[in-house]
């Protein structure tokens, strides 16, 4: 049963299943923030795994063609992009500035806090890319020396988070507009935020899609530079 339980067909299949029937749970529930698919979609793979105690390691490396497919979703989400690129184009001086400045508070506030409580020079080098897209965070965290679990945990986290208090944190802030409702979910909360964007409408994923791109290329840059200046 082992070498079921970690063939690709199983978990391609667990994890399909899984989503299919986040999908359906998030749905009937009105679209409650807490059961977005990619919560709810990870809480029952991880209680699949735990329930029929399947290495998680030995799962992954089964389910190896989801994750390679996340690399031309990224690209993909040009289209959008080009869709809104009347908007996006009137408003780039702005994007520019908040997406340096956004950026780097994102990497450095998590760094910064980690060090503060305590954390490993490889947790904090894992964390430096907690807020950009999966395939990228881990390519940065790799070259720098981090973990690659830590980093796409924290990713996820952080996804989780942004998608959860978005509505709350644009309601303190009085902010409607959804080429900017987009954008910080983007930068903040990279592809589970661009999903949460796309429902809100195409103008605000556009934005988002934008952001996860610049983000992922600007720390991709950045982090490297700034961790050998620091070392």
Known sequence: MTELYTSPLF??????????????????????VWLHPTISGALLVAALLASLDIDYHRFSD????????LGPATVALAIPLYQQ???IRKMAGPLLLTLIAGAAFACLSAVAIAWYLG????????????????????????SVGGLATITASAVILTGIVGIVFVNLTMKIC?????????FCLGLS????GTARAFERS???????SLALCLT????????????????
């Not at 089964?62 to 497919?69: D, E, K, M």
């Not at 430096?128 to 965070?137: G, M, N, Y």
């Not at 909360?189 to 589970?192: K, L, R």
Request: charged residues 15%.
């Open 11 to 32: 978990a391609i299949t667990a994890v399909l299943c899984a989503y299919q029937l986040a999908v359906w749970l998030y749905e009937k529930s009105s679209r409650l």
């Open 85 to 87: 690129w009347h908007l």
């Open 119 to 142: 954390g490993s020079e490889i947790t904090l080098l894992s964390l430096s890319a907690k807020s950009v897209t999966t395939p990228i965070a881990i390519g940065i965290s790799e």
């Open 202 to 208: 195409p103008v605000a994923g556009a934005f988002s």
């Open 174 to 182: 009085r902010i409607d507009d959804d080429r900017i409702w987009g």
């Open 216 to 231: 992922g290329s600007y720390s991709a840059v950045f982090i490297p530079l700034a961790l050998q200046w620091f070392r």
């Open 189 to 192: 909360a990279h592809a589970i």
């Open 62 to 69: 089964a389910a190896y063609w989801l994750t390679f497919w």
